[in-house]
């Protein structure tokens, strides 16, 4: 008995496991919160383009001799604006746009990073995370985008609310629609920007879009589902760090799997039912899922 | 009407032309919105009552003439059903909520918040489906909710875009009974419809639109034959029924369209 508590207390007593862990739950948790945001106003394709785009500027920002944080952020902050400018002027063709961008910014990276070698992070641990080389810095990094991104949404729920719901009340209503958007992209690039390294570029787009599904499948109440969100994500980072470490894994990937596992159960438990409260989830502006049958008035 | 035109109006749109870049969707038109009016625009699809409503929104500006809002005027909008996601996760209080501005940095409504939402939706007769996830109301009840978020501003205004488009006979006639009764309590409202018969006969006032302002008035000179058939672009017949008109599609009239209804 002993033994098994053992081995599995065994990682614990590594300092770079730990780190690894704290960097998980945190970057679970950050993705799972800003994603219902994100996969209730149909953006979910931004964060993946977002996270590809950012991987570009973490492959120059060493070569450039600039700080990869510094770099990487810029760079991601610039991409965000840049989609978010593009999303508002042309609904049509952004995809297109966004697509073109981000993909030719990710194939940059590659290029840089497989010809100048590693001067920065290794290649594969920010293609699928990695649980190895969290440093304090990273901690940090982490730590302060989280309780940034809990203090905006605080301050600013009930505008950023309406504005998901119902843009064009919003705007008429008072609500600055269009700096609501610009925070959530500043919001999501910075988070992308800080998870990248444990997550990977490639997978982060999952964790942005699984934890807030799961939520929407358990809740109908929008409060809630920031809270459970939240929370599986947390969960979530936490257990696929320990995988990853104890399957040799990279971590993004044992993350990605632990989260769809938790959909499956709760898919199973929920049934259909559950599934079907996500329509229209990511697909705001698609009319054929926000349309509707008006139901008949009840006797 | 002497009454109240006597006030200053709050909204004043005068020689107002838009485009969308193509053609003029508005051309020349000059209108007001004077406190206590009902008004609806009407006109088939195409017509520009949906632009014009932007304009007296403030979500469109004019490419020429101006249009003047009395300042500090609030407006509330009542957008068409299917313009949200249902499945979206609020209850319906959370949704009226949305539109009252927050005054401290607490999400969470404060029970004096609550109390006022309580009373809008007590005032719309939806008060038991507070708690309730917005998908489980019905096409009426939704309506209401919608009237309840704009309603917890307060506004002086209440712009509604086609509120009874796609929604059974007993919510079209719940929503107008609603919609007089506020507008007794001294609420300005313009809404647009393309319906004749069932909206805008029962208006005290409408605006007939087809690009241009074709006619204004009640409902007795507006919804006449060489009105109805510039706007609509089709002859139909009016009847009076109870001392309103009612508007027949005289199909028989046109054989082409006779052939293709067979």
Redesign the interface.
């Known amino acids: 008995m002993n033994g098994i508590v053992e081995t599995l207390l065994d990682p614990f007593q590594y300092q770079f496991f730990v780190k690894g862990l704290v960097a998980a739950v945190l970057a679970g948790a950050l993705c799972g919160l800003i994603g219902v945001f994100i996969t209730l106003r149909g953006m979910s394709y931004i964060g993946h383009g977002l996270s590809h785009a950012i991987f570009g500027g973490y492959a120059a920002a060493p070569l450039l001799g600039i700080p990869i944080v510094l770099g990487a952020g810029l760079w991601g902050l610039a991409s965000a604006l840049a989609i978010n400018a593009v999303t508002r002027r042309h609904r049509i063709g952004a995809d297109a746009a966004i697509g073109v961008v981000t993909t030719a910014s990710f194939a940059l990276g590659v290029a840089l990073l497989t010809k100048f070698g590693n001067k920065g992070p290794a290649f594969d641990s920010l293609l699928f995370g990695s649980i190895n080389g969290v440093a304090l810095g990273d901690l940090y990094l982490l730590g302060g985008v989280f309780i940034g991104t809990v203090v905006v949404f605080t301050v600013l729920y009930r505008q950023l609310l309406f504005s998901t719901f119902d843009p064009d009340v919003a705007r008429v209503s008072g609500v600055n629609v269009g700096f609501m958007d610009t925070i959530l992209m500043i919001v999501l690039s910075m988070s992308i920007l800080a998870t990248l390294s444990i997550i990977g570029v490639t997978l982060v787009a999952a964790t942005l879009v699984i934890p807030p599904v799961i939520a929407r499948m358990i809740t109908d109440s929008f409060a809630r589902m920031l809270w459970l969100a939240t929370s599986i994500g947390l969960a979530c980072g936490a257990v696929g760090m320990y995988l990853s470490y104890q399957l040799e894994i990279p971590s993004g990937t044992t993350i990605v799997l632990t989260n769809a596992a938790v959909f499956l159960v709760v898919l199973l438990v929920k049934g259909a039912r559950g599934l079907r409260s996500t329509a229209g989830m990511d697909e705001h502006t698609d009319a054929s899922v926000t349309s509707f049958e008006v139901p008949a008035v009840r006797a | 009407m002497t009454a109240v035109s006597a006030t200053p109006p709050l909204i004043d749109v005068s020689h107002v032309s838009f485009g969308y870049g193509g053609p003029a969707v508005l051309a020349d038109v000059s209108c007001t919105v004077v406190p206590g009016q009902f008004t609806g625009i009407v006109g088939p699809s195409g017509s520009g009552k949906t632009t014009l409503l932007k304009l007296l ?3 469109q500006k004019p490419q020429h003439g101006q249009v003047r809002r009395a300042a500090g005027m609030a ?5 068409q ?11 319906v209080e ?2 009226v ?6 005054r401290t ?3 969470r409504p404060s029970k004096a918040e609550r109390s006022e939402v309580a009373e809008v939706l007590e005032r719309l007769g939806i008060a038991d489906l507070g708690h309730r ?1 917005i ?1 489980e ?4 009840q939704q309506q209401r909710m919608f009237l309840a ?1 704009a309603l917890v ?1 307060r506004p002086q205004l209440l712009l509604l875009d086609e509120p009874t488009s ?3 006979v ?2 079209r006639h719940e929503v107008l009974h609603l919609l007089d009764d506020l507008n007794r309590d001294g609420l300005a409202i313009v809404l647009t419809t393309h319906d004749l018969n069932g909206m805008a006969a029962h208006l005290p006032h409408l605006i007939a639109l087809s690009r241009r302002i074709i006619a204004s008035g009640p409902p007795e000179e507006v919804i006449v034959p060489g009105v109805v058939e510039q706007v609509f672009g089709a002859r139909m017949e009016i009847l009076q029924h109870l001392g309103m008109p009612v508007v027949v599609d005289s199909m028989d009239d046109d054989p082409a369209r006779r052939a293709s209804a067979s």
């Open positions: 929104l403030g979500t407006v509330s909008y009542v957008p059903l299917e313009t949200v996601n249902w499945n979206f996760p609020v209850t959370d949704c909520l949305m539109s009252r501005k927050a940095w607490n999400p996830h998908r109301l019905s096409g009426g978020r501003r796609g929604v059974d007993q919510t």
